[in-house]
């Protein structure tokens, strides 16, 4: 009963910052790597970013250019995904995904790597 719990979604305006959780539950969580996924409607879920199982590595998605930052505290079974400059392009449900790595600073990129999915949160970036 490994469960992903996204929070932290909304409307913002363009321009504007949003910070996404996920917390995670049945499983142990340093010993995965996390990811966040997002999703639009017509469109097929894309990568954002991933971190390794203790923070020490990160990846980014390239049309990000900077303004998202992921990270964990895996002392409270949870992930980030800080998002800033905020444009309608944004606009997706979001989605925080767990993935069993052999080694700690693996960063699965592949949505086939993960096994585990949240619900998602909604993002809607308004003009």
């Known amino acids: 009963q490994v469960q992903l719990v996204e929070s932290g979604g909304g409307l913002v305006q363009t321009g504007g910052s949003l910070r996404l959780s996920c917390a995670a539950s049945?499983?142990?969580?340093?010993?995965?790597?996390m990811g966040w996924f997002r999703q639009a409607p017509g469109k097929e879920r894309e990568f954002v970013a991933a971190?390794?199982?203790?923070?020490?590595?990160?990846y980014y998605a390239s049309s990000l250019n900077g303004r998202f930052t992921i990270s964990r505290d895996n002392t409270k079974n949870t992930v980030f995904l800080q998002m800033n400059n905020l444009k309608p392009e944004d606009t997706a449900s979001y989605y925080c995904?767990?993935?069993?790595?052999?080694?700690?600073?693996?960063?699965?990129?592949?949505?086939?790597?993960?096994?585990?999915w949240g619900q998602g949160t909604q993002v809607t970036v308004s003009s």
């Open positions: 995904a767990a993935s069993g790595t052999l080694y700690s600073r693996y960063i699965p990129r592949s949505r086939t790597e993960y096994k585990n």
């Open positions: 049945g499983l142990t969580f340093s010993n995965y790597a």
């Open positions: 971190v390794s199982r203790g923070g020490e590595s990160t």
